[in-house]
T-cell receptor, first 113, second 111 residues
Framework: DGGITQSPKYLFRKEGQNVTLSCEQN?????MYWYRQDPGQGLRLIYY???????QKGDIAEGYSVSREKKESFPLTVTSAQKNPTAFYLC????????????FGPGTRLTVT | KNQVEQSPQSLIILEGKNCTLQ??????????LRWYKQDTGRGPVSLTI?????NTKSNGRYTATLDADTKQSSLHITASQLSDSASYIC??????????FGKGTTLSVSS
């Protein structure tokens, strides 16, 4: 059963702690993306990766970090430097070239208190 | 500025009724326009994708239209069902660069 998985679905952390969100895909897609979704706002791009061992900052990369050591995996770390980390985080993948369709994971809701 | 504006922000309709959601964009250069459906707490799922030359595309009870001259798109839902309750997101691909996301229209279908 092909698709994108994100875990956990809900995550709670204390302010000042780093936290890593998991994203795995078995669609054999080269490109992967991380978005942040806040109420009443459109999705905003955090980081993207077109190929293994390479990634680029999106519009709101400050306070986040990523790695792309395997084609299937693109974990996102929310660091303590991110001022407003509470949000819904979505991972997506696609064949390189954003003209083609992006497939989204189920999302992780992160709450930091 | 490259923007995607959706209207209305929210909509409530009775089950079985039709509705139309609007999307206006100022993105240039244009590559394609997509409509996604996002259930609460879930990831978006693609409904349609249209390129410059396509005026209409259907996916079951969902029909999207595109007028590239006026930079407008609509999503028409026929014979709505309770399961259509969701957020509908219009996304425009700026050729060679980024996806520009609208803020979405929240549709509530009541019985």
């Amino acid at each position: 059963d092909g698709g994108i998985t994100q875990s956990p679905k809900y995550l709670f952390r204390k302010e000042g702690q780093n936290v890593t969100l998991s994203c795995e895909q078995n669609l054999n897609h080269d490109a992967m993306y991380w978005y942040r979704q806040d109420p009443g706002q459109g999705l905003r791009l955090i980081y993207y990766s077109q190929i293994v061992n390479d990634f680029q900052k999106g519009d709101i990369a400050e306070g986040y970090s990523v790695s792309r050591e395997k084609k299937e995996s693109f974990p996102l770390t929310v660091t303590s430097a991110q001022k407003n980390p509470t949000a819904f985080y979505l991972c997506a993948s696609s064949i390189p070239g954003q003209g083609l369709e992006q497939y989204f994971g189920p999302g992780t809701r992160l709450t930091v208190t | 500025k490259n923007q995607v504006e959706q209207s209305p922000q929210s909509l409530i309709i009775l089950e079985g009724k039709n509705c139309t959601l609007q999307c206006n964009y100022t993105v240039s250069p244009f590559s394609n326009l997509r409509w996604y459906k996002q259930d609460t707490g879930r990831g978006p799922v693609s409904l349609t994708i249209m390129t410059f030359s396509e005026n209409t595309k259907s996916n079951g009870r969902y029909t999207a239209t595109l007028d590239a001259d006026t930079k407008q798109s609509s999503l028409h839902i026929t014979a709505s069902q309770l399961s259509d309750s969701a957020s509908y997101i219009c996304v425009v691909h700026q050729a060679g660069t980024a996806l520009i996301f609208g803020k979405g229209t929240t549709l509530s279908v009541s019985s």
